[in-house]
């Protein structure tokens, strides 16, 4: 199995975070006519560049050090980011024309946070940057909190 090395698992999450921005813009635009949704979306691109910056620069600190368990970690970092909702069948967010309504794009992005969240667990465990990396996971999971209350205004 192909292992990755720490500035590729670093690569990994600013594109994630790049393709979490584009998701998000294409979303605002889709569903411009919704004001709150619109806004919503606009919030989470913006924060999802924030991350990317962040994870950039990381990756000029952390260089590639030796990591305990680093088979492991590897394995388990890839299979995140082989799952379908962090980079789909094709290697990249789906199709958006696969996203008919608001409940479809609303729930896919709460599964691609999910997924980003648990890819960044991971990273934590292998960095001593560890303070920055919390402040990423908090932020991902305001970004759950705020999708899933706003899923349910529009299930009512």
Do not use: C
Request: net charge negative; hydrophobic share 35%; no cysteine.
């Amino acid at each position: 199995m192909e292992k990755y090395s720490i500035s590729e698992v670093l690569e990994q999450a600013v594109q994630t975070e790049k393709m979490g921005n584009e998701f998000y813009i294409e979303m605002a635009r889709k569903f411009d006519k919704d004001e709150k949704l619109r806004q919503l979306f606009e919030t989470l691109a913006v924060k999802e560049k924030e991350h990317e910056k962040t994870f950039a620069g990381l990756k000029g600190k952390v260089n590639d050090r030796r990591v305990e368990n680093w088979e492991e970690v590897s394995q388990y970092l890839r299979a995140i980011v082989e799952s379908e909702f962090f980079l789909g069948k094709d290697k990249s967010l789906p199709s958006f024309d696969a996203l008919k309504n608001i409940d479809d794009a609303v729930r896919y992005a709460i599964g691609f946070e999910k997924e980003t969240l648990l890819y960044y667990h991971g990273i934590r465990d292998l960095i001593r940057e560890k303070e920055i990396l919390n402040v990423l996971i908090e932020e991902e999971k305001s970004h759950i909190v705020w999708l899933n209350d706003f899923k349910k205004t529009i299930n009512k």
